[in-house]
């Protein structure tokens, strides 16, 4: 976990409500990963971010929203338009994203637990 | 596509027993594969991964995986198991001729008894 911290720990929503969860990172690393865990389903990417100020839609960006203003913050907002939001959010970096013939590692964050009420 | 799939929910085995924990995988070109293990509530932790070389892969832990071409199997062992070893553990893959992102198995969980 040293050196991508995420915050809040726990987080609790209201129906209706939009929340947004931070990750930092001071690894200097370009790129950066925002996953979903649910039970048994493993990690599903949401969004992904190579360089600041840039960042595409992973495989369920649906009701989610990213922006990279900074190299070492990739803040995630799960909007009301995510309709079942309860899970452990995970944000990961790793130096680039690797085009071919890269097998950049990924580093991970502690993870966010979001329920919602 | 890629896809990578973890063939057992939970594996059980004795402390100081040897340890295999199964992740086989699908991909156009060539195969990067990675080792994760998650604690409870906590972040994935990297062990190892293959990129090209040799197929017996060493990694954190005393953990090592060998990477089998023709099998399309990358599996996770350890020679003898600790109870501290008993954890969430995550194959994933990504082509490494492409500019895709990892995809992750399902997750296995290993549960090594005193």
């Known amino acids: 976990d040293g050196g991508i911290t995420q915050s809040p720990k726990y987080l609790f929503r209201k129906e209706g409500q939009n929340v947004t969860l931070s990750c930092e990172q001071n690894?200097?690393?370009?790129?950066m990963y925002w996953y979903r865990q649910d039970p048994g389903q493993g990690l599903r990417l949401i969004y992904y971010?190579?360089?600041?100020?840039?960042?595409q839609k992973g495989d369920i960006a649906e009701g989610y929203s990213v922006s990279r203003e900074k190299k070492e913050s990739f803040p995630l907002t799960v909007t009301s338009a995510q309709k079942n939001p309860t899970a452990f959010y995970l944000c990961?970096?790793?130096?680039?994203?690797?085009?071919?013939?890269?097998?950049?590692?990924?580093?991970f964050g502690p993870g966010t637990r979001l329920t919602v009420l | 596509a890629q896809s990578v799939a973890q063939p057992e929910d939970q594996v059980n085995v004795a402390e100081g027993n040897p340890l295999t924990v199964k992740c086989t995988y699908s991909?156009?070109?060539?195969?990067?594969l990675f080792w994760y293990v998650q604690y409870p509530n906590r972040g994935l932790q990297f062990l190892l991964k293959?990129?090209?070389?040799?197929?017996l892969v060493k990694g954190s832990y005393g953990f090592e995986a060998e990477f089998n071409k023709s099998q399309t199997s990358f599996h996770l062992k350890k020679p003898s198991a600790l109870v501290s070893d008993s954890a969430l553990y995550f194959c994933?893959?990504?082509?490494?001729?492409?500019?895709?992102?990892?995809?992750f198995g399902g997750g296995t969980r290993l549960m090594v008894k005193p």
């Open positions: 990961a970096s790793s130096p680039r994203t690797g085009g071919a013939g890269w097998g950049d590692t990924q580093y």
């Open positions: 690894l200097n690393h370009d790129a």
């Open positions: 971010s190579q360089i600041v100020n840039d960042f």
């Open positions: 991909v156009s070109g060539n195969p990067y």
């Open positions: 293959y990129i090209t070389g040799d197929n």
């Open positions: 994933a893959v990504r082509d490494g001729s492409a500019g895709n992102m990892l995809t």
